[in-house]
């Protein structure tokens, strides 16, 4: 049975902002609106590991199983949920007529085993065949990708240099009956595999072996989200909001960016620990910019101070659970000028005309041109600096960018049922012109299986809303 969440008021300026999210009504992790999903984990592999397990018993063991006397952690998500993520990547494996998939990025591993790792220079994986899932860690981690993971995990150690590559071998190896890679096809993520690594998995395996791409389909896969996912989407952009607000009451004149971006970040955090309290708690921040340092969507905080009459961009960005969503607003310490007033306006018109446009069975493309008239009509296309949107999921800045679906001129994709697509034009007007400084609104919208579509977001935007007294 599931229950929604009962949220208390934020006072946001003069708004009240109230937002629902959803959660299993047990409280484990999962959040769900599917009550017929078990929240069990996913039922351990029965075959037979070919590692040794934790202590080895010499100090060159090269890899070894260690599960340290623990427990599997609570997963994000039902192990119906990763079952059909498994099993949709084995049919693109029959698609491809591949024996094995070695994924190696972030967003993959994490996706199909529920395992983020820490790479921290060093190469990961996840070895899916037919039969199996198996993670391959460093034994620098202990027994935490264990626990993480829906499968099995193996640990490889730092004696020798090889060791990772023997036992990413050793896994394949049992794709093809323990003969080896020869005569072999294996998935690998081509668009984001180091040269040296595609090299290095060349020489692993016999010229006989294809080496296949699934980046690609793996992306496209990834674009249309469960219910689950969905789920956990929501409580995410709740969160979002509640940094927002916590950014917006902490902005006065001379407090410095980073101070006001801790504000936000740690009300965020404590947000997810709340709503996710068997999670791993990493990567959200918030990046608060005043001036001209918000002419870039993606720069760094300063210790710059807030001045009576700056322009200011607020983005709160939670990570729940590998998954990444986004709370983005403009807006200014004290009035306005009338010239930074018009731009924001225009920039908001964009913005509502976005969210209407994103309909089913529309290309985003056709909606990014759309965009383009309006910005055009009101004297700002020059100063548009990136595309209108993109998708979410596991993604973070350093992993996961799902390019498929992203509101630009040339992105052919069309809209459909599952997929979570942010609106979020941006103008930056150069120093030094009326009006100066970059302006962006940014919402999340979930496109549904009756095609509909539901804004998630629920911070207020605009001048009514977000002109901060001094």
Not at 237 to 247: E, L
Not at 318 to 339: H, I, K, N, W
């Amino acid at each position: 049975m599931l229950k929604l969440i009962s949220k208390p008021s934020l006072r946001v300026g003069n708004a009240a902002l109230r937002m629902g999210g959803f959660r299993g009504a047990s409280g484990n992790l999962f959040s769900g609106l599917n009550a017929s999903l078990s929240t069990a984990h996913a039922p351990e592999p029965s075959y037979s590991s070919p590692f040794p397990t934790y202590p080895p018993p010499n100090f060159g063991q090269p890899f070894v199983n260690w599960e340290n006397g623990g427990k599997k952690a609570t997963h994000t998500f039902s192990a119906t949920e990763m079952d059909r993520r498994v099993s949709g990547l084995r049919e693109i494996m029959k698609e491809k007529n591949l024996d094995a998939c070695v994924l190696t990025s972030y967003h993959n591993v994490k996706y199909f085993s529920d395992f983020l790792y820490c790479g921290f220079g060093r190469p990961y994986a996840a070895v899916v065949t037919h039969d199996n899932v198996t993670t391959v860690s460093a034994m620098i981690d202990g027994g935490q990708p264990w626990r993480r993971t829906v499968g099995d995990n193996v640990i490889f150690t730092d004696w020798n240099k090889e060791n990772y590559w023997s036992a990413v071998n050793e896994l394949v190896k049992q794709a093809n009956g323990g003969q080896g890679g020869g005569n072999m096809r294996i998935g690998l993520e081509l668009d984001s595999l180091p040269v040296d690594r595609y090299n290095k998995f060349s020489e692993l395996f016999s010229p006989s072996t294809d080496l296949v791409d699934v980046g690609e389909a793996t992306m496209k896969f990834r674009m249309v989200k469960s219910d689950e996912e969905i789920a956990l989407m929501k409580n995410a952009a709740w969160v979002a909001d509640v940094g927002g607000a916590a950014c917006k009451a902490a902005i006065a004149v001379g407090v410095p960016e980073h101070e006001i971006a801790l504000e936000s970040t740690r009300a965020m955090v404590r947000e997810i620990a709340k709503l996710y309290p068997d999670s791993e708690i990493m990567d959200t921040w918030t990046w608060f910019q005043s001036g001209i340092n918000t002419d870039g969507a993606h720069n760094p905080v300063t210790t710059k101070p807030v001045e009576l009459g700056d322009i200011l961009s607020l983005n709160c960005f939670p990570m729940v659970c590998g998954y990444y969503v986004a709370l983005e607003r403009t807006l200014f310490c004290g009035q306005p000028s009338d010239a930074h007033l018009k731009a924001w306006e225009s920039n908001v018109k964009v913005h509502e005309a976005g969210l209407k446009a994103i309909q089913v069975g529309r290309t985003c493309g056709e909606i990014a041109k759309e965009l383009n008239e309006i910005f055009a009509d009101e004297g700002l296309l020059q100063y548009r600096s990136f595309g209108y949107g993109h998708s979410f999921g596991v993604l973070s800045h350093y992993y996961g960018r799902e390019a498929g679906l992203e509101l630009r001129e040339d992105i052919d994709t069309v809209i459909k049922p599952g997929h979570v697509i942010s609106m979020e034009p941006m103008i930056a007007i150069p120093e030094g012109q009326p009006g100066a400084g970059g302006y962006r609104e940014h919402d999340i919208l979930v496109v549904g299986e009756d095609g509909s579509t539901e804004n998630i977001t629920g911070f207020p935007y605009g001048p009514e809303h977000n002109i901060v007294s001094a």
